[in-house]
Structure formats: C-alpha cells, structure tokens
C-alpha cells in the first residue's frame, strides 16, 4: 500500500514528519547566525550557526493519490489548447503533502482558467496570492504564490510565480478570480509585484508616497534613535544588520 497524500496536506499513513530542507532540492542562500547579521552586530548568541536555504527540488512520478491524476489532467487539458504542458509548467513540487506548479508567468492566466473551468478540476476558489522574496534567488526573487481550492472536489493545491527583481511583472488574475483584486494590491503594496492588467494596482496599506517595499528581504529596518536612562540607543537598522 502506498502513501497517499489527503487534502489538508497529512498522509493517510501517519508520518507527517517534514523532509529535511538539506537533503535535496536547490540550495539558493547560506546563512550565517540567528538573523542573517553579517556585520558583528547578531547579539543573539548564535553568530556561528550556519544553514543554507534550500527550494524544494521538482517530484519525480508518481506523486501519490490524487496529485497524479490532477497533473495529467492539466497536462491533457493545456495540449488541447495547443500548449506544450512543459512551456507553460516549469517543475512540479511535491512538498509537505502538497502540489506545487510553477508556471511561467507568460502562461499564468491561461494555465489559472484552464483549472478553473475543466470539469476534471474545477479549482473554482482562489484565496489569494502571497508575496515572497529571496534575494539570493538570482533571476527570479520575486515569487507570488496562489492558493486554489476545488470545493467541487474537496482539493487544494498551489501556483507559484516568479519574476526578477529587475522587472517584476505578472499577468493579474483578477479576470480569472475576481476576489485577487485585494490581495494583488497587496503584495504590490509590500513587494513591488506589478500585476499587469490589474483594474486599479494602488498602495492598500502604506501611503500612496512611500518609497519601496516594506516586505522585501533588503528593505531597511529603518526607525529613530531613543534615549533611555542617560543612553542613547540606535535605530535598529543602525544597530544590527538583516541583510
């Protein structure tokens, strides 16, 4: 009998442990201390502590259960549209009990139809998009990822995005899934993740006049200098470094 992943991300068989990050996969960073600080200033105590960030590398089949046979129905459903399956999915991931496509981003909204419509999917919700940069990601540090959901089903699985820091855009999927239209704007507002064809891509949380993104791994901490018991005590970015 073999493992079968379920919908909320387990296995029927019990043995939920994560795979370990270092064993595989595409070591991207290596990390120095508790916070990344690479001036002197890591005052946490664990200035030695070396691990690297790795990507979870693509599956190889069969996924297991259900993961195989939503593959090859987006696989089938993408060349009778005339689109070679490998153009528009970059890797499949299976990680943590979950499935992963990341798609190219010329591709995204026809690939995000494409799920919602087959009858065989019917990943009819999207719970929005979430933001993520890896700065030591060269080419593609700027990743959004998508939650979708199959209520016709009882499946959920992920879309992953990427897109350079040098130019950031993304097709929107707001015509796709109508409720993105929030969650766009944010990782917009925190990335800097343009999504192109958005009906109004505006700041939603900081002021239309900021400068950057707040969310971005090389955004500064910023903050004033406080004065405390006859001391004076530095901004935090002046007082370690995250970067």
Known sequence: MTDTPNTNGGEQNGNAVPAPRDTGGEVIRVR??????????????????????????????????????????????????????ENAIGRTVVDR??????????????????????????????????????????????????????????????????????DPHIPSLVEVYPANDWHEREAYDFFGIVFDGHPALTRIMMPDDWQGFPQRKDYPLGGIAVEYKGAQIPAPDQRRSYS
């Open 97 to 166: 009990g979950e499935l992963t496509f990341h798609i190219a981003r010329e591709h995204l909204v026809r690939v995000a139809r494409t799920l919602r419509d087959d009858p065989a999917l019917r990943f009819e919700l999207c719970t929005g998009v979430s933001g993520v940069h890896f700065p030591g990601d060269k080419g593609r540090e700027l990743h959004a990822v998508y939650h979708l959901r199959s209520l016709t089903h009882g499946r959920i699985i992920r879309l992953e995005v990427s897109a350079p820091d040098s």
């Open 32 to 85: 120095r201390g508790m916070f990344g600080a690479n001036n002197g200033g890591d005052t946490s105590g664990y200035g030695g502590l070396i691990r690297t960030v790795t990507l979870p590398g693509a599956a190889t089949r069969p996924y297991g259960g259900w993961f195989d046979e939503v593959a090859d129905e987006l696989e089938g459903a993408l060349e009778e549209q005339d689109l070679l399956p």
